[in-house]
């Protein structure tokens, strides 16, 4: 009978430890409370309307035909007050986020698709270089849960998981452009990459960029997200694409478009004073190029209309008081008082 009862024990024994076993090989998950699921199933955005996806697209504008083309790829600091509109708030306050939250969620919930960012800082919108969005979520170490499996899985991420307040720093790409077909000179965003910028003890922060985003895919959501500009006027009267398109925002610039695909600190040997000298060059480049497209009036020719025109008013002016004072210089008549004249016939 003993032997029959250890048996038992040691089975009973050999489930119990495989019960706890498998429990600390699954992946840990942190306890939510009620308000937490509750925020985590309604978190997500609402999907474009085809009304915004047709504005978007009318929106579009082509600029692979153009006759002059230049890229410029600028850094913007969100240290900057010019710039801090799209650092606030910090966290989500009802409907109203900061511009790096709302591109993470739109990415991890697969509305939009980010792109890798490469060693030379290169963007390229193709299948090739899509990102990997547990990939991502592992690289920078950001706590996540999933729902359901294959091609149906879903991340989920919390609003205090998200490293809003390390995103400090955005890389985007300006395209200036000549259009011969209104000949108006313009620029656009093209591109956009948030940077997390960490302090890990070096002369300067570490600058880690995160993933590409195509403007065009995330134009229709930003254009509906409204932000403070200004600390005098508190009235959300700007979108985030207004911010852009407005170019309210600036931005050091850290390399254009060349046949060497080098950045400009490469290009002057990582000297400061030479860097700043060649970001303002480019800067005086492009605004003489805008500047020049016209060609500009003949100032001769306008200075002699403007002579022309006042010895025209001196002419008249002066015939004028030519005529008042010949008028005031002619003798006034005077009038001959005469008395009645006595009649022949009563002398008589």
Known sequence: ???????????????????????????????QTPRQRTETENNDLPALSVRAAAKNADQF?????????RDIYRWIDLNDINNSALYFPERPVGDRMNLFTLMFKLVLQG?????????????????????????????????????GTGAQTKYIVEDSDIPNHEVLMYAIKEVYYFDQTTGMFNTKVTAICPMLVRDEGGEEPARYPLFWLNYEDIRPYISRVVIMTSNLNNALTY??????????????????????????????????????????????????????????????????????????????????????????????????????????????
């Open 1 to 31: 009978m003993k032997p029959f009862y250890y048996i038992i024990l040691i089975f009973l024994s050999c489930i119990f430890a495989q019960d706890v076993l498998s429990q600390t090989q699954q992946t840990p998950q942190r306890r």
């Open 61 to 69: 504008k082509n600029i692979d035909n153009m006759v002059w083309i």
């Open 111 to 147: 509305k939009i698709t980010g792109y890798r960012y490469l060693l030379d800082g290169r963007e390229i919108f193709t299948d090739d270089y899509k990102l990997q969005t547990e990939d991502m979520l592992k690289n920078l170490e950001i706590y996540y849960t999933t729902q």
């Open 239 to 348: 979108t985030i694409d207004d911010f852009f398109n407005k170019k309210m925002y600036k931005g050091d610039i850290e390399r254009t478009t060349n046949m060497m695909n080098r950045t400009l600190a490469e290009e002057v040997n990582n000297d400061p004073e030479k860097l700043k000298l060649a970001q303002d060059s480019i800067e005086k480049q492009l605004k003489f190029f805008e500047e020049k497209l016209w060609v500009p009036e003949d100032t001769t020719a306008t200075a002699n209309k403007k002579d022309s025109k006042k010895n025209q008013n001196k002419s008249a002016d002066k015939k004028e008081k030519e005529e008042k004072a010949k008028k005031e210089s002619k003798p006034k008549e005077q009038k001959i008082e005469t008395g009645p004249t006595k009649s022949v016939r009563r002398t008589r």
